[in-house]
């Protein structure tokens, strides 16, 4: 899963009261990972750049340059590899520079375009710009919206949660680290990703459906552990998710978003209690 460690150990001092210790803590590792597509065989151009937990790294990148628009089809991708391991000539790196840039090789032939490179928007939590002009981006990638008849029960929704928080190994050692995960309306896991970045897990999560011919996500809950921002909509509307779930509140922006792609939104969803923010006919109440 993972070339570099995805966990860290280091010394604390603990109080509980008016008890001191040392001890070993373990955490979560945040690390720089550069995404580079290769064009023509030989001409790097660097995408972006985004601070995350090491593991699924080739999934991450995939899922990036899939839910910005640059990539649309995993039949684009030659191969993924870490910087001095794939095609061409091959030049001795630091284990931390080789394993914190991705290089994803697009096939001969295949045209991309690059000022979606320099004006794309999601890397951060907040573009700079405005509200209607991030809705008017994602449009601009050729999302619709959603017609998914996914139908999913209270008491499926109930047990999410938990079934999430189960299956975080590392955030169970660690207690830092985001949930991505992908149910299908029975509440059975498909898949989870874990990253200190939410968005990171998400991206993983989608990059591993999309490598695997998985997409659109039909009949599919994305849950976050975290809050529901824009870009985690963002990316479920490119993704064909029709039900997205936060434990935490979504932001005003995602309700818009998910209003606009036809997404059910719930947050806030803490076992049986939970609000539905968008396209409540989905939640069979």
């Avoid at 573009?127 to 139908?151: H, N, Q, T, Y």
């Avoid at 929704?157 to 189960?166: I, N, S």
Wanted: aromatic share 6%; proline share 5%; net charge neutral.
């Amino acid at each position: 899963m993972a070339v570099r460690s995805h966990t860290a150990r280091r010394r604390v001092v603990q109080v509980d009261g008016d008890r001191v210790r040392q001890r070993d803590d373990v955490l979560a590792v945040e690390e720089p990972m550069e995404i580079r597509l290769c064009l023509d065989g030989s001409r790097f151009v660097s995408v972006a750049v985004t601070m995350r937990t090491p593991g699924h790294d080739f999934e991450l990148a995939a899922g990036f340059l899939f839910t910005e628009g640059i990539l649309t089809d995993p039949g684009q991708i030659e191969a993924i590899a870490y910087c001095g391991e794939g095609p061409g000539p091959r030049r001795l790196r630091s284990p931390e520079e080789r394993y914190n840039i991705v290089n994803v090789y697009v096939r001969d032939g295949v045209a991309v375009d690059l000022e979606r490179l320099q004006r794309h928007f999601y890397t951060t939590s907040s573009c700079g710009i405005c509200g209607k002009a991030s809705l008017e981006a994602v449009r601009a990638l050729g999302v619709k919206p959603i017609d998914d008849e996914a139908r999913v029960t209270p008491a499926v929704l109930a047990v999410l949660g938990d079934r999430l928080r189960a299956a975080q190994a590392v955030f169970e050692r660690t207690g830092g680290l985001h949930g991505a995960a992908w149910f299908d309306t029975e509440g059975n896991l498909m898949a989870l990703r874990e990253d200190v970045g939410r968005h990171n897990a998400v991206d993983k999560l989608i990059g591993h459906a999309f490598l695997n011919r998985q997409l659109p996500l039909r009949n599919a809950i994305l849950m976050v552990s975290g809050r529901a921002s824009f870009e985690i909509v963002q990316k479920g509307a490119v993704a064909g998710v029709p039900i997205i779930a936060a434990i935490s509140a979504p932001s005003s922006l995602a309700c818009d978003a998910a209003a606009q792609f036809g997404i059910t939104l719930v947050g806030f969803l803490r076992g049986p209690r939970f609000n539905v923010y968008t396209e409540p006919r989905r939640v069979l109440v």
